[in-house]
């Protein structure tokens, strides 16, 4: 069992907070002003929000939410009927959003997730040119994940996940700026995969808070005679909520 010492965590806070106080107190008194009060009282509203009683969040069916930024990765494209050139696609920073349905069994947990992320194209390329270029790449998943949460005393959790399923990955008008080419727009279901790990707040028994990261990729999907790879990083913020 992996056991995280909240304890010495919060000895720690209360130096650092300590230090800072006085050394805040000591300014403001330096300038003629006297804000004890006030800051003894926010002082002690951080330490009771932080070292409160823990809050566990309850076993059983349970339904989540997230919503965050994609960082899709940049993606190369090659073509059969080109052998040797890879075209680089560059993407812009996305949204990412998604829904489960899970069960808890207090230390793992198990649910079906659909997710959807939508990233802009920046630029596309070859052989060290790169063109402005628009359109964008969009994911649309169903996966099942596993998770592992380090259950402790506090009303932190960490864990760790992993997911399998599929997707399809659609690029949509894509088009090189001034170019005079046609736009071009294709899609391809292929095999996915995520892994990634977080940390979770028990607000209530029953609703949990977290921040997470997600690895999430694909398998090359093909588009008549070309292959494209798809992966991205993303950081979510998400809900979830146990009956």
């Keep these: 069992m992996i056991e995280i010492s909240f304890l010495n965590i919060g000895k720690f806070f209360f130096r650092v907070c300590h230090f800072f106080y006085e050394e805040l107190e000591h300014k403001i008194k330096s300038r003629g002003c006297n804000m004890k009060k006030n800051l003894l009282i926010i002082f002690v509203c951080v330490l009771t929000f932080f070292f ?40 812009d920073t996305g ?58 005393s506090s009303a932190f959790t960490p864990y760790i996940s992993a997911g399998l399923g599929f997707a399809q990955v659609e690029f949509n008008n894509l088009d090189i700026s001034g170019s005079g080419f046609p736009s071009s727009s294709d899609q391809d279901t292929v095999f996915a995969y995520q892994i990634g790990m977080g940390i979770g707040y028990a607000v209530t028994e029953k609703v949990t ?35």
């Design 209 to 243: 808070i977290d921040v997470k990261y997600r690895y999430f990729g694909t398998e090359d999907s093909e588009y008549d005679t070309t292959k494209a790879e798809f992966a991205s990083n993303n950081f979510l913020f998400g809900v979830r909520i146990n009956f």
């Design 95 to 152: 949204l990412a959003v998604g829904a489960a349905l899970g069960y808890d069994f207090n230390r793992f947990r198990v649910e079906g997730e659909i997710a959807y992320q939508k990233n802009d194209v920046n630029k596309i390329g070859a052989l060290g040119v790169f063109f402005d270029a628009t359109g964008d790449a969009t994911a649309l998943s169903f996966l099942m994940n596993g998770y592992f949460d380090f259950v402790n």
């Design 52 to 91: 409160s009683a823990p809050v566990c969040s309850a076993d059983g069916l349970y339904v989540s939410g997230n919503l965050g930024f994609a960082m899709a990765s940049d993606s190369d494209l090659t073509d059969s009927t080109a052998p040797g050139i890879t075209v680089n696609t560059e993407f």
